[in-house]
């Protein structure tokens, strides 16, 4: 009977399952489109694919500004909803599009005038740099539509609409799939584009994405609307509240990401022929991490909605439920991808070396996924209380603390090869794992912020 917290009902089971299930569908659709895209380019040769896995890393800077200003925003939206407040909710989501809108304009122009200097802070061999810039070339203008679609994406995940982002993004990848087909190879009396037509086949299938999530604003059928006016009429007073809590939790995102570039800096420094590994390795575990991004979800919305009806004791009971729910799904998952290690470098047409890095780094990932689990449900558990001051230090805060700073000074002051840096870094979540379960502890994530905000 003492393990009876651990684990909930059926009936509680069937609510995570219901909001992650189709977020879990919608991030499966991407990330396999992601892995064909990858194969697909990585078939032009492999400076091609690390080419593009550099041009990325700023690409992955931006949607990290992103998913903390929407993630943000989300927070109070799941708040204000688990509160039936309508009328706040448009608010915070009108705010959110405004601020979304700067940064993609803010990322945009950065790369329009200084490409070169963006990806030589990753990598300054030449062929790299030069391959790069046709990329960024056309990638730069999938911006701003990323911006106003992923607005929406997060937003209507946080009142619990799933399902028309499935749809949206079944759409947009097959898109992004038949144009790379089209465009990379130069089928169809297209000539051959190389890494050029992966960024334009990006690019088209991003403007359609926000093409329909703008139709679906301005139907209003889906809960929220596109209020132009109100973006420009913000409430002041609850907007300069909400931006104390949500300002941290961007800042976590946009520090965490810059970490995980500074990390990538320093394996390219190791060995740059093998970063093109690490490039398979990471579209690899995006699939298996569809479950864990679905999860994660269901953390936010279940316990934002708790906290926001002011169920502050069942949220906290929830919460352990999901961490021990994610935790068993994760031994899973991980016993799979290790058995399937060996045959995923197969259907590449990279160098033999490469290959043998990637089953490696596989086994060294996919050992190391229950501690990610576990660590990313406390960090989504923390942030829907708007505790942002113990998700700051627990992730970006370790990251740089930790992971950033072994990873520099190992490849600066060591002849380390890029594998054992990379277990090293990687099994650092294990000492993770004890910091997020001390702020978790804490209890300082357990308050209705919805009364905070209204006081």
Not at 3 to 32: D, E, N, R, W
Not at 66 to 81: E, V
Not at 88 to 104: H, I, P, R, T, Y
Request: charged content about 15%.
């Amino acid at each position: 009977m003492r393990f009876k917290k651990f684990f909930g009902t059926k009936a509680f089971y069937k609510s995570v399952i219901v909001i992650a299930l189709p977020i879990m569908a919608q991030q499966f659709v991407t990330s396999f489109v992601n892995l064909i895209d990858n194969v697909m380019i990585g078939s032009v040769g492999s400076v091609a694919l690390t080419s593009v896995t550099v041009a990325n890393k700023f690409y992955l800077i931006f949607n990290s500004t992103l998913f903390g200003l929407c993630g943000a925003s989300g927070i109070f939206i799941a708040q204000y909803f688990g509160a039936k407040d309508h009328r706040k909710c448009q608010e915070v989501f009108d705010a959110n599009m405004l601020f979304s809108l700067l940064s993609g304009l803010l990322f945009t122009l950065m790369v329009i005038f200084i490409p070169v200097q963006i990806l030589q802070l990753f990598s300054k061999t030449p062929a790299i740099v030069d391959s790069g810039l046709s990329y960024l070339n056309f990638i730069k203008y999938s911006y701003l539509p990323y911006a106003v679609s992923m607005t929406c994406m997060m937003a209507l995940r946080s009142v619990g609409i799933n399902k028309i982002q499935l749809k949206i993004g079944i759409l947009t990848v097959a898109t992004n799939t038949c144009l790379n087909y089209i465009l990379i190879f130069g089928h169809f009396g297209f000539k051959p584009m190389g890494v050029e037509g992966a960024a334009i086949a990006t690019l088209i299938a991003r403007l359609v994405e926000m093409v329909i999530y703008l139709m679906l604003l301005l139907k209003r059928k889906h809960y929220f609307c596109l209020d132009i006016n109100g973006m420009f009429h913000l409430n002041k007073d609850l907007i300069s509240r909400l931006m104390i809590k949500a300002l941290p939790l961007t800042i976590n995102e946009i520090m965490f990401s810059l970490g995980n570039a500074m990390i990538f800096k320093s394996y390219i420094r190791t060995d740059e022929f093998l970063v093109a590994a690490i490039s398979v390795v990471d579209t690899v575990m995006n699939i298996a991490f569809i479950i864990f991004g679905g999860l994660s979800s269901a953390v936010a919305i279940m316990i934002g909605n708790k906290l926001g009806a002011n169920e502050l004791e069942e949220a906290r009971e929830n919460s352990l439920k999901l961490i021990v729910f994610g935790a068993m799904v994760a031994v899973v998952i991980s016993a799979i991808l290790i058995s399937f290690s060996g045959l995923i470098p197969k259907i590449y047409n990279l160098e033999p070396e490469i290959n043998q890095a990637i089953t490696t780094m596989l086994c060294i990932k996919s050992l190391m996924i229950p501690f990610y689990v576990i660590n990313v449900c406390i960090f989504f558990v923390l942030r829907a209380g708007g505790d942002a001051a113990s998700t700051l230090m627990m992730d970006s805060g370790f990251l740089w603390g930790a992971s950033v700073l072994f990873s520099t000074l190992l490849s600066i002051f060591t002849p380390i090869p890029l594998i054992p840096l990379y277990a090293i870094i990687e099994s650092l979540d294990i000492f993770k794992l004890f910091v997020a379960s001390y702020f978790y502890r804490k209890g300082h994530w357990v308050r209705n912020m919805t009364l905070e905000v209204e006081a």
